[in-house]
């Protein structure tokens, strides 16, 4: 359910304000919930930017949550990480170049 919240293109933001507002206690932030948003073309920016205010420590930016940011055919700037976090966690790796590349 927190996965689909977090790919919702129509209202993924809202719908994910409302878990986290009334199931915080219940909502796990998984690679593929983040994935999904990073990949979520309409409001997948809006969903990461609350994952990263609300959750940030449940929030891991691994390879495939970059290579969907980077796919992103609408908002390939999805991921906008603290300074600190940034050198360690967002790799760019051939996948990702290749992904970015293949956007149109």
Not at 35 to 53: F, H, I
Not at 75 to 90: M, N, T
């Amino acid at each position: 359910m927190v996965k689909a919240a977090a790919g919702n293109e129509d209202s993924g933001k809202e719908v994910m304000e409302l878990l986290l507002e009334r199931r915080a206690d219940e909502i796990k932030i998984t690679d593929e919930v983040v994935k999904a948003a990073a990949g979520n073309r309409s409001s997948g920016k809006g969903v990461m930017a609350l994952l990263l205010e609300q959750r940030a420590d449940e929030v891991k930016i691994i390879d495939k949550v970059v290579k969907a940011a980077a796919g992103n055919e609408s908002s390939g700037k999805v991921i906008a990480l603290p300074p600190e976090r940034r050198a360690d966690e967002a790799k760019i790796t051939d996948n990702v170049v290749k992904a970015a590349a293949e956007k149109k």
